[in-house]
T-cell receptor, first 112, second 111 residues
Framework: GNSVTQMEGPVTLSEEAFLTINCTYTATGYPSLFWYVQYPGEGLQLLLKATKADDKGSNKGFEATYRKETTSFHLEKGSVQVSDSAVYFCALSDQDTDKLIFGTGTRLQVFP | DAGVIQSPRHEVTEMGQEVTLRCKPISGHNSLFWYRQTMMRGLELLIYFNNNVPIDDSGMPEDRFSAKMPNASFSTLKIQPSEPRDSAVYFC?????????FGSGTRLTVV
């Protein structure tokens, strides 16, 4: 079945460091891929998405490219800020059911 | 648009009591999802509706849990009787095509 695997956290970085959070997936067909962010005490918010191979989603300085050959959708940001501290979830859409399949989440902690 | 609205934000109840969580999806969205989030198990999909009809309730943990969607603008998740292990944050989300919009969640504590 469809699944998403994320790197375990927490990821601890200093402000202005480069961020990569790895995400790989297993799916039949051509799912859409998503990154969601959850700030403390809040619900998940859509950060970015890509709907087909080689698409790049971007938002707030974050980017992720849909790589079908490596079944990956890694999240990157060139210079993180303390305000980026949150939990990041990778997800794919199940084309048969419209359900989103989420990874386990990766906690990012950014220190000044 | 006010987004997905959940109530209450926090609920503390005693074991054995009935608990009802409420959700108002975004107008025009035709799918609604209930999730539970805990440290141990992460995000779990409990049930989802499409056009007010329950499509998949395989994630509902047991018969103590029930969900309804009487119309396109309202859904409830009920736990009766509640138990301490039900303590979690419960999220509602709605969608139209790709991607979900989540509510802010209800933090449930059963003592």
């Amino acid at each position: 079945g469809n699944s998403v695997t994320q790197m375990e956290g927490p990821v601890t970085l200093s402000e202005e460091a480069f961020l990569t959070i790895n995400c790989t997936y297993t799916a039949t067909g051509y799912p859409s891929l998503f990154w969601y962010v959850q700030y403390p005490g809040e619900g998940l918010q859509l950060l970015l998405k890509a709907t087909k191979a080689d698409d790049k989603g971007s938002n707030k300085g974050f980017e992720a490219t849909y790589r079908k050959e490596t079944t990956s959708f890694h999240l990157e940001k060139g210079s993180v800020q303390v305000s980026d501290s949150a939990v990041y979830f990778c997800a794919l859409s199940d084309q048969d059911t419209d359900k989103l399949i989420f990874g386990t989440g990766t906690r990012l902690q950014v220190f000044p | 648009d006010a987004g997905v609205i959940q109530s209450p934000r926090h609920e503390v109840t005693e074991m054995g009591q009935e608990v009802t969580l409420r959700c108002k999806p975004i107008s025009g969205h035709n799918s609604l999802f209930w999730y539970r989030q805990t440290m141990m198990r992460g995000l779990e999909l409990l049930i989802y509706f499409n056009n007010n009809v329950p499509i998949d309730d395989s994630g509902m943990p047991e018969d103590r849990f029930s969900a309804k969607m009487p119309n396109a603008s309202f859904s409830t998740l009920k736990i009766q009787p509640s138990e301490p292990r039900d303590s979690a944050v419960y999220f509602c989300a709605s969608s139209l095509t790709d991607g979900y919009t989540f509510g802010s969640g209800t933090r449930l504590t059963v003592v």
